[in-house]
């Protein structure tokens, strides 16, 4: 009504009421915004059909904020077109990312591999990636814990993937280290091997970085 909807940003995405007069009780009335793909196109939608034109963003997708060399989410348009890996393909490559020039390395896998192939945007989920979109814990649910799935389907939180995941050496905490970066259409995850369990897998900061 009035062309205005209710939004509200997080520090990892931001949540929607698009349609506010379709059913309340449906597990997509309230959904998480395709910040990523807004981010690194600039088309910044404002309606169902409607875009404004933007610059994409010039925001590290992960680690400190003052790395001058990590990339950005328009630095990620660049790879939008990496071919989709094999499953079961080991991830070696590296992104290195100087002067806004992107160039590729190797480096050991550290055990990732490509997972899951999507057809509906043609890129293969990563291994930890995969596991922690299917992962199971404890839900609140009926007035009892239980164990069940924490996502009603693997792609509700974080959309589809646009790139494939790539290492990169990314500065966290003033400290250099190789992190597992995949970004999908609402999410960018990210794999830091060095991390206590439980923390190895984490989404970026997209909403605080779009807002």
Known sequence: PGGTRAVQYFDKSRMEVTH??????SEWYITNGLLVVELVTGHMQVGDTMFEER????????????????????????????????????????LLWRDGTLTWGETPSNGATAAHYVPESGHTVATPFWEFMNSTGDVYEAGQFTQAALFPNAFYATGFPITEANWALVKVAGEFQHVLIQCFERRCLTYTPGNPVGWQVEAGNVGQHYY
């Open 20 to 25: 506010p007069d379709s059913d309340p009780g």
């Open 55 to 94: 610059e994409p963003a010039q925001i590290n997708v992960a680690g400190d904020p003052d790395d001058p060399d990590a990339i950005t989410y328009a630095g990620l348009a660049d790879i939008l077109d990496q071919p989709a890996r094999e499953a079961g393909e080991p991830i070696d490559d590296i």
